[in-house]
């Protein structure tokens, strides 16, 4: 369910129009970033790899908003090109998060993890 494409950016159009509001009224919203739902199961996974610094929650979260900035002035070399950009936009923190860390350590990253855990665990009798 939180997975869902676009969900992010429709309750993220919403934060904005509160942030607007609470502007309005005086307050300083400067410092507060985009709304981004993560599954609790993506921090599980990628916790290994935020434990040992290999990759942070601010740069995944980086990564994340550069992807789900559709600009519809942007310069595009043809319609399909900027279907495929505004349909990534859409992409779940998960689901984007998934490519961004298969293209950064490989496809076999978590594979990687579980055997590391599996064969250097001691066996106890």
Not at 15 to 44: H, Q
Not at 73 to 87: L, V
Not at 115 to 120: E, N, Q
Request: negative net charge; glycine residues 4%.
């Amino acid at each position: 369910m939180f997975d869902t494409p676009g969900l992010n950016k429709i309750l993220n159009l919403l934060f904005i129009k509160e942030l607007d509001n609470l502007k309005s009224n005086g307050l300083n919203i400067s410092r507060i970033k985009p709304l981004v739902i993560i599954n609790i199961d993506w921090l599980i996974h990628t916790a290994s790899l935020l434990k040992k610094g290999e990759v942070s929650l601010s740069e995944l979260l980086e990564a994340f908003y550069q992807n789900a900035t559709f600009s519809k002035e942007k310069e595009y070399s043809s319609e399909e090109e900027k279907i495929q950009d505004f349909q990534n936009s859409l992409l779940s923190f998960a689901n984007y998060i998934a490519h961004f860390l298969n293209d950064k350590f490989g496809n076999d990253w978590r594979t990687n993890e579980l055997l590391s855990y599996l064969f250097h665990k001691k066996v106890t009798t």
